[in-house]
């Protein structure tokens, strides 16, 4: 960590993104910086949207419907992204809340979602959460399993804006994020969701045109 500020935190990660582009040839414009907010209370987030920063992630519906109602009420023109695992039970809610959903992982949330989409006239991007590392504790959908889930999504006509991945820890997170381009490529999906506060900057150089970052901005949970 850099600095104690939050306006320096998040100044000091667009610099690192704009640096990590620029080796890459991307323009920093092309990545959307996701502010994943868990954890954080209120007071913690408002100094970070003072900042400029417009939008946030979480990982928990119920959470996010305690919290974001009135930040968004004082902010209007925020967006709210769901970043951790979502159960079918709460697709409803999770569609009328977030404006994206990085969490499509199988089939029965497919049908899940699209039921929630009709029902509330709302249609959040979705990115489809692969288990890039094949690790059975992790959420996410097998990658011999994706071509058959993007097509349930397709003829469902959800609207796919691309994948997601958390790779596994405590290794070179590259090849994981090289993976998932290829994937998004083969597919036709233009959007990448990946890079955390540990990885961002290659997953930029990699292509992610989202990166979730916690830490980084607000210190450890
Ligand atoms: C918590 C979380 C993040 C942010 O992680 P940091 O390491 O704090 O940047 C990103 N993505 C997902 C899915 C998360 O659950």
Request: hydrophobic share 50%; charged share 20%; proline share 5%.
């Amino acid at each position: 960590m850099t600095a104690d500020d939050p306006a320096a935190r998040l100044a000091e990660t667009h610099a690192r993104i704009a640096r990590a582009a620029a080796t890459a040839n991307r323009s920093a414009g092309a990545v959307t910086l996701v502010a994943v907010s868990k954890t954080h209370p209120v007071d913690a987030i408002r100094p970070l949207i003072a900042a400029g920063q417009r939008v946030f992630g979480e990982n928990r519906v119920q959470e996010a419907q305690a919290k974001w109602p009135e930040l968004r009420t004082e902010t209007p023109d925020l967006a709210l992204h769901l970043v951790g695992q979502l159960q079918s039970n709460k697709a409803e809610d999770a569609v009328a809340l977030f404006d994206a959903i990085h969490a499509l992982d199988r089939p029965s949330l497919v049908s899940a979602l699209a039921r929630a989409m009709d029902r509330t006239g709302r249609r959040p991007a979705l990115f489809v959460q692969v288990n890039i590392g094949a690790e059975a504790q992790k959420g996410g959908c097998a990658i011999a399993d994706l071509p058959a889930l993007l097509a349930a999504a397709r003829a469902a006509d959800l609207p796919v804006a691309g994948l997601m991945c958390v790779p596994p820890a405590g290794i070179e997170a590259a090849p994981y994020f090289a993976l998932l381009a290829k994937l998004a490529r083969d597919n036709g999906l233009a959007g990448l969701s990946m890079g955390m506060s540990g990885d961002f900057e290659t997953a930029v150089t990699l292509g992610a045109t989202h990166v979730r970052v916690g830490t980084a901005l607000f210190g450890a949970r």
